[in-house]
């Protein structure tokens, strides 16, 4: 399995919301509407930025308040990676767009 991977598949890593203009506004805009949120792993060499799918029954937005930018939500979704199919489970915190979150490796693809 790809080195990358196998490293954020073990354990809670730090995360923050990602993209090309991170905010809360733009977070809640992606995780409800959109379905398409970007998650950056900051303990890698530059940062980790991943686009991922939001799985909606997987997405816990139930102990998030967008209106008063408090709470966590939990999001779930799948992207590929270094050609290796993931899922990657984060809990963002509202007040700060940061958090801890992980990869959990599904399948290899080979190109």
Known sequence: ?????????????????????????????????MGYVFIKFTDTRGGT???????????????????QQTGIAHVEGSLTLNYVKVRCVADIDLKTLDGTGHLVALEEVHP
């Not at 790809?2 to 977070?27: N, T």
């Open 49 to 67: 930025d991943l686009g991922v799918r939001v799985d909606k029954s997987a997405t816990d937005l139930s102990r998030a308040n967008f209106e």
């Open 1 to 33: 399995m790809d080195d990358l991977v196998q490293r954020l598949a073990q354990g809670d890593h730090a995360i923050i919301v990602g993209g090309p203009k991170p905010s809360l506004e733009e977070f809640k805009k992606r995780v409800e509407d």
